[in-house]
């Protein structure tokens, strides 16, 4: 199966894969401990306790693509359910004419769903793999320790770009307040020029430097003079 993985992988896009293979119900819970994210993931229901392991993958990733492998001795009512939501199925005994048309509907529509969900979510790549952030759960980015950090209210996720580079990306959703800091405009909740800091939707403060005092002046006229 891992390897027919990595020739769909190959075929459907360049993107580098990390990969893990979990023989054993013990080593998938391990597996989801350290790394709270997959995007792909394939469970085989027929091995004890797997069906709770892919509500945990659901749920850390709910943009993540699931294959279940099952049997005909599993009702389809314990797979078929909300909690799951698994966009492909395998029975055993496995095929693998099967088992490669699936990896290659995996793979590629995991590849189109970045692609157009690219306005909507943020990739973060680091070495902890790939994962797709919405924007609207990120509060802010910050430069600190040679790397940028993207908050939001419970997890933060470092990887290495600048936020010049971010700046550019994002111009219109998110807005540069200082040398540090590039945030949200839908988290701003108040800002108060003349004492240099701003009110996050939860709470938060993030200081204002004076550079970036009258570019956000003209930001709060703007969307004053929008909503009129």
């Not at 992988?9 to 360049?14: E, P």
């Not at 792909?40 to 749920?59: F, N, P």
């Not at 078929?80 to 199925?89: D, K, V």
């Not at 395998?90 to 769903?113: H, I, W």
Request: with cysteine; net charge negative.
């Amino acid at each position: 199966m891992l390897s027919l993985a990595k020739d769909q992988a190959a075929a459907c896009t360049d993107e580098m894969w990390k990969w893990h293979e979990c023989g054993t119900i013990e080593e998938l819970n391990m597996f989801l401990t350290e790394n709270s994210r997959t995007d792909i993931s394939c469970l085989d229901l027929t091995i004890e306790g797997t069906l709770d392991a892919a509500k945990t993958v659901r749920r850390n990733n709910p943009s993540g693509y699931i294959i279940l492998i099952a049997d005909s001795r599993i009702s389809p009512v314990v797979y078929m359910r909300p909690t799951i939501n698994a966009e492909s199925l395998l029975m055993k005994p496995l095929r693998t004419g099967d088992v490669n048309e699936v990896l290659r509907e995996a793979f590629t529509s995991y590849v189109q769903r970045v692609g157009s969900t690219e306005k909507k979510n943020f990739l973060v790549e680091n070495r902890e793999g790939r994962m797709l952030i919405d924007y609207d759960r990120i509060n802010f980015f910050e430069s600190r320790e040679k790397k940028v950090f993207l908050a939001t209210d419970t997890d933060e996720y470092g990887f290495y770009d600048t936020l010049d580079n971010l700046e550019n990306k994002l111009v219109g959703d998110f807005i540069r307040v200082h040398r540090s800091f590039l945030v949200n405009v839908k988290k701003i909740n108040r800002v108060f020029l003349a004492q240099g800091r701003m009110v996050l939707s939860n709470g938060e403060e993030i200081t204002i430097s004076r550079s970036y005092k009258p570019h956000i002046r003209q930001y709060l006229e703007e969307a004053s003079a929008n909503e009129k």
